[in-house]
Nanobody, 119 residues
Framework: VQLQASGGGLVQAGGSLTLSCASS????????VGWYRQKTKKERELVAE???????NYADFVEGRFAISRDDAKNTLVLQMSDVQPADTAVYYC??????????????WGQGTQLTVSS
């Protein structure tokens, strides 16, 4: 699976931004699709995800500021971000999970897009 994330950039605190992810395969065929982020010298962490049945999960730090959506007509995964804060500065990765084994997830990652929030 080839994933291409875009939309990152430099934003002032309190601003909004939309991240998009394109896939070589249909997003609605995957078990889970989502966005993760990785801050400098930190572990990669979940931001938001959509389960195949349409259910969504958000990290606690999102606090209602972000919205994840899947546009099946355009085959695009979107993360709408509002009220971004310097703590949201990170590289954001698009992720798809297409299966699980007894040793872990079968998944693919996009190349990441950098979001920098200035105070």
């Amino acid at each position: 699976v080839q994933l291409q994330a875009s939309g990152g950039g430099l934003v002032q605190a309190g601003g909004s931004l939309t991240l998009s992810c394109a896939s070589s395969d249909m997003f609605n065929t995957f078990r889970v699709v989502g966005w993760y982020r990785q801050k400098t010298k930190k572990e990669r962490e979940l931001v938001a995800e959509i389960i195949r049945n349409g259910g969504t999960n958000y990290a606690d730090f999102v606090e209602g500021r972000f919205a994840i959506s899947r546009d099946d007509a355009k085959n695009t995964l979107v993360l709408q971000m509002s009220d971004v804060q310097p703590a949201d500065t990170a590289v954001y990765y698009c992720n798809v999970e297409y299966g699980r084994t007894n040793v872990g997830k079968l998944q693919s990652w996009g190349q990441g897009t950098q979001l920098t929030v200035s105070s």
